[in-house]
C-alpha cells in the first residue's frame, strides 16, 4: 500500500486533467499565429484563462499564464521593482523561497528589506506590518498560506493597513498553497498581485499565473517576444495551461466540501498521533490554518530518519518543504515560530489531499508510533529531555 | 530526498550495535555543527583490543547508517588500528554516500577518535 501524504510539495494529476490534455494534445498550433491552428490554441489557451481567473475572482485580461509559481513570484516583484525608483520593500521571515531568496537577492543588491517576525503559530501581526511601512515602501509580499505549517495568514486586515498608509505601495501575496484549499479572491483580500501554480490542486507541472490588479505597472523580467502582454515571452505551453484551466475548475466544484472532508481526516491524523506518541509538538496555528496540512514535531528524533522509515512502509511524507530537504539546515519557517534546533530537525510534514481515505489514515496511525519509538530508543537525546 | 546505497539502506533499516555500553571503557559524545545532529559512541576495550562497540544517534539516515558501520568496522581492532579509521573508509565501507551527506560520516570519525581519547584519558586516572 501506498500513501501520499506530500501534497503540499506537489499533487498527482486529476482524472479530468489528464483527459483534458490528452484531448489538446492534438493541438499544436502557435496561439500567436493568425491561421486555423494557431487559433485552436489561441481557444484553448483563453478558455483557461477565463477559468483560472474565475477562481481568482479577477478579470481574464488581469491574468498573465507562466512557467510555475517560482517564475509568477519573480515577475510580480522583480517586474514591479523595475518601475519605479522606491527601495524599500517588506516580506516576512516564513516565505517560500521563491519569494524569501528574491528579497534576499534584491537586499544584496541595493535595496533595503524588512523581514517581519512572525508569532508562535506562524501569523504576521498586521500592526507590526503596519509600523514598517515608510514612504519610500514600494512592494508588500506576504504569503497567502505557508507551505510547511499551513497557517493561513491575515491578508485582508494587511492590505487594509497597506491602504490606510498610502494607495501607492503594492501588495504582491503568494497564494501558491492558499488556491484551492482555503477561500481566495484578489478583491475580498485586497491584493495588487497573486502567484498561483497548477501542480498543487492535481494540474501539471510547470505551469502558473499571475494575477495583476489592472493599473498596477509592472516590467518584463524575461525579454522576449510579446506573449502574455511581454511579460512572459515565449510560446505558450497550451496543452499545460489547458490543464491547468481544468484543474481550477475541478477545484473550485464542491471546494467547501472537499476542504471539510480533508480538514476531518486530518483531524483524525492529528488527533490519532496526540493519542499515541508522546512528547510531540503540533505546529502552526490551531485554527486559522490550511485543512490539509499537518506539521508535527517529535521530540528527539530527526526528520529524515522518520520520513525515511515511514517511506519504507509505503507512506510519503516530508520535513519543511520539499525545495529545502536538500540543505542541512533546520527549516527557517520553524525557527522562526521559536523551536529550538533539535525540534525543528524532527518536524515531519504531512500534507493530504482531495484523494487520501480514512483507511490511509487508520494506516499511517497504525506504522508511526513503533517508527517514533525505534527512532527515539536509537537517540542519545531521548533519555533526558522534555517536550518544549 | 537523495539516493543512497543499498548498503546505506540496508544498516538504516537494521542498525547494527544500537545502545549504550552501561560499564563502557570510553565514550564519545559529537555534534554535527552543519546541521545540528548528535552521535554518541561507547566501547569495551580489553588488553588494548576493542571487544564491543554500541552507538546511540540523533541523526539523518547517512549518520545513523555511519553509525552502525562504524562500530562493525572497530570491534575486533587493536586501538591502533581503530585509531586510523576514517571517515574515508565509512564511507567506502557503505558503498559511497551523496555529496550533502559526507560531512555525516565525519561524525563516526569524530566519535570513534573521541571514545578512544576518553578511554586513554581513564587510564591516566588510574
Ligand atoms: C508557497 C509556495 N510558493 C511557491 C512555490 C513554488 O511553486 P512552483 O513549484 O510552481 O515553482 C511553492 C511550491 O513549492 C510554494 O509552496
Ligand atoms: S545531516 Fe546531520 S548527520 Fe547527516
Known sequence: ?388 | MEQYSEKVMEHFRNPKNVGEIPDADGVGRVGNPTCGDIMELYIKVDKGIIKDARFKTFGCGAAIASSSMVTELVKGKTLEEAEKISNKAVIEALDGLPPVKRHCSVLAEEALKKAIEDYKNRQKDV
Open chain 1, 1 to 388: 500500500m501506498r500513501v501520499y501524504l506530500d501534497n503540499n510539495a506537489t499533487t498527482p494529476l486529476a482524472e479530468e486533467v489528464k483527459k483534458e490534455m490528452a484531448d489538446s494534445a492534438g493541438i499544436f498550433g502557435n496561439a500567436s499565429s493568425m491561421h486555423k491552428d494557431g487559433m485552436l490554441s489561441r481557444n484553448l489557451l483563453e478558455k483557461a484563462r477565463q477559468k483560472v481567473s474565475s477562481g481568482l475572482g479577477c478579470s481574464p485580461d488581469e491574468l498573465i499564464f507562466t512557467g510555475c509559481g517560482t517564475e509568477s513570484d519573480n515577475i510580480a516583484i522583480q517586474g514591479f521593482l523595475r518601475g519605479t525608483d522606491k527601495k524599500h520593500i517588506i516580506t516576512s521571515k516564513i516565505e517560500h523561497p521563491a519569494v524569501l531568496n528574491v528579497f534576499k537577492y534584491l537586499h544584496n543588491n541595493g535595496y533595503e528589506v524588512t523581514y517581519l517576525d512572525v508569532d508562535e503559530y506562524g501569523a504576521v501581526d498586521p500592526e507590526l506590518l503596519a509600523g514598517a511601512l515608510r514612504k519610500d515602501t514600494a512592494l508588500v509580499s506576504i504569503m497567502t498560506a505557508n507551505n510547511e505549517i499551513g497557517t493561513i495568514q491575515p491578508v485582508k486586515e494587511i492590505s487594509e493597513r497597506i491602504r490606510e498608509y498610502s494607495k501607492d505601495i503594492v501588495f504582491h501575496t503568494d497564494a501558491v498553497q492558499g488556491f484551492g484549499k482555503t477561500d481566495i479572491d484578489v478583491k475580498k483580500m485586497g491584493v495588487d498581485m497573486m502567484s498561483v501554480s497548477a501542480h498543487k490542486i492535481n494540474g501539471p507541472k510547470g505551469v502558473g499565473a499571475l494575477f495583476i490588479r489592472k493599473g498596477v505597472k509592472i516590467k518584463p523580467v524575461f525579454i522576449g517576444g510579446h506573449h502574455e502582454r511581454g511579460l512572459r515571452p515565449g510560446t505558450e505551453n497550451v496543452q499545460g495551461i489547458a490543464g491547468f484551466g481544468k484543474a481550477v475548475e475541478i477545484a473550485m466544484a464542491g471546494m467547501k466540501e472537499k476542504n471539510e472532508k480533508t480538514g476531518r481526516l486530518r483531524d483524525k491524523l492529528k488527533e490519532g498521533i496526540i493519542r499515541s506518541i508522546p512528547n510531540i509538538k503540533i505546529n502552526g496555528h490551531p485554527e486559522t490554518v490550511l485543512p490539509n496540512t499537518l506539521n508535527v514535531s517529535f521530540r528527539d528524533v530527526e526528520g529524515e530518519s522518520i520520513i525515511m522509515m515511514l517511506d519504507m512502509e509505503g507512506i510519503s511524507v516530508s520535513t519543511g518543504s520539499a525545495c529545502t530537504s536538500g540543505t542541512l539546515e533546520a527549516s527557517h519557517v520553524l525557527l522562526s515560530i521559536g523551536l529550538d534546533h533539535a525540534s525543528a530537525q524532527g518536524s515531519v510534514r504531512f500534507s493530504l489531499g482531495v484523494y487520501n481515505n480514512e483507511q490511509e489514515i487508520g494506516y499511517v496511525l497504525e506504522k508511526l508510533p513503533g517508527i517514533i519509538s525505534r527512532l527515539r530508543d536509537m537517540s542519545p537525546l531521548a533519555k533526558k529531555s522534555e517536550c518544549k
